[in-house]
């Protein structure tokens, strides 16, 4: 039941893009994004609904394709303070809970 | 305000030792999450509250109980611990879901126990 991340891991330079994947075996209402800087509580960035919508955070955005089941995080000219793991979080139509996936750990360096 | 509140920080228990963990929120949330989070394997739901009074399981309920007597305060109790609760705990609060979408989470600062 927990989403699948990919890639697991992503190393960039500073300036670079990144995108990183969600994907459930589950129909879909909605899809969370969560950042989580090491030693600290996951921080809140976005909420994709069913509808194929788009949202953006700054430099980042998301889409959610809800027929495929998948959500994809697009880092634009990553910045040093994007570092740090990245949580997908489903939520099922009619559901009171959010699962989350393993986790993306995200490190730029300059 | 305060946001999400955990106390405590950390913790060390032996083996068959109890605690309880507490999270305060001030935020009039309605939904309430306990979580814990080990290397490699992202945030688990451990239980969860959907209003004053109720409580539900979650993925990995097993050795925890929880309660929620007042609606800003979620408590996670280890009756008998063991070696493999070890871990980082996570708190969280939201509102109610809003047009069938579920809110965004606001989580505390952890709690890291470490069971010897």
């Known amino acids: 039941q927990q989403p699948v991340q990919s890639p697991q891991a992503v190393i960039l330079r500073e300036g670079e893009d990144a995108v990183i994947n969600c994907s459930s075996s589950?129909?879909?209402?909605?899809v969370h994004w969560y950042r989580q800087k090491h030693g600290e509580a996951p921080v809140f960035l976005m909420i994709?609904?069913?509808?194929?919508e788009q949202k953006g955070h700054d430099k980042i955005s998301a889409s959610f394709n809800e027929k495929k089941q998948q959500s994809s995080l697009y880092l634009t000219a990553s910045q040093l303070s994007y570092s740090g793991t990245y949580f997908c979080?489903?939520?099922?139509?009619?559901?009171?809970?959010?699962?989350f996936g393993a986790g993306t750990r995200l490190f730029v360096k300059a | 305000n305060a946001g999400v509140t955990q106390t405590p920080k950390f913790r060390v228990l032996k083996t068959g030792q109890s605690m309880t963990l507490l999270c305060a929120q001030d935020?009039?949330?309605?939904?309430m999450y306990w979580y814990r989070q080990d290397p490699g394997m992202g945030l688990r739901l451990i239980h969860y509250?959907?209003?004053?009074?109720?409580?539900a399981k979650g993925e990995v309920p097993d050795g925890y109980n929880v309660s929620r007597l007042k609606k800003q305060n979620f408590l996670l109790g280890l009756e008998s611990a063991a070696p493999s609760q070890t871990s980082v705990y996570f708190c969280?609060?939201?509102?109610?879901?809003?047009?069938?979408?579920?809110?965004?989470?606001?989580f505390g600062p952890g709690t890291r126990l470490t069971v010897t």
């Open positions: 969280a609060s939201s509102f109610r879901p809003r047009q069938g979408r579920l809110g965004e989470q606001y």
């Open positions: 589950k129909a879909l209402y909605s």
């Open positions: 994709l609904l069913k509808g194929g």
């Open positions: 979080g489903t939520g099922l139509t009619g559901g009171f809970k959010t699962i």
């Open positions: 935020m009039n949330h309605e939904y």
């Open positions: 509250s959907v209003g004053e009074g109720t409580t």
